[in-house]
């Protein structure tokens, strides 16, 4: 950062740039959803190697869908959402009332 200054200076510069905004929110999607698994998971004392058995996926699946690694499809969500004894909601928020 030296030379171009501050990390908000670095920050603005990156988001400036095309795309990035749309990078940056689909990361915040997939950080959001893995963050919440793993609570969830925890919560209900499961291991990973557990959580992959019940869904059927493999334990380093589950670990990078915890660290936001990848972006999931519905069929996806909805075996986690099964496996993690809760029922899933899609919905649409418009974004001036998002957070």
Known sequence: MGERGTWADEKAEIMSRPGAGTAYEAARIRFELGEAVRRRRE???????????????KQP???RFEAGGTMPTIPMLERL???LEMRLSVRFQPLREAS
């Open 81 to 83: 959402a099964e496996a």
């Open 61 to 63: 699946a589950v670990a």
């Open 43 to 57: 919560q209900l004392g499961l291991t990973q190697a557990e959580l992959a058995e019940r869904t059927g996926l």
